[in-house]
């Protein structure tokens, strides 16, 4: 399976990005549009406690 680095929140409609496999997940953009507060990479583990559900982006 290859890597699919463009990744969406179920519950939001965020976009993050991650460039390397097992590595640092960046937001992209929010579901309006709008710029992310922070554009800082953070681990799975992070977003998971965050509440966040990323999934391949279609």
Known sequence: ????RHLVDVRTG????????FGL??????????????QRGRTWEHLVACDRELRPAS
Do not use: K, L
């Open 25 to 38: 997940v960046y937001p992209i953009c929010n579901a309006d549009g709008t710029a992310p507060p922070s």
């Open 1 to 4: 399976m290859a890597h699919t």
């Open 14 to 21: 965020d976009e993050f990005d991650q460039p390397v496999p």
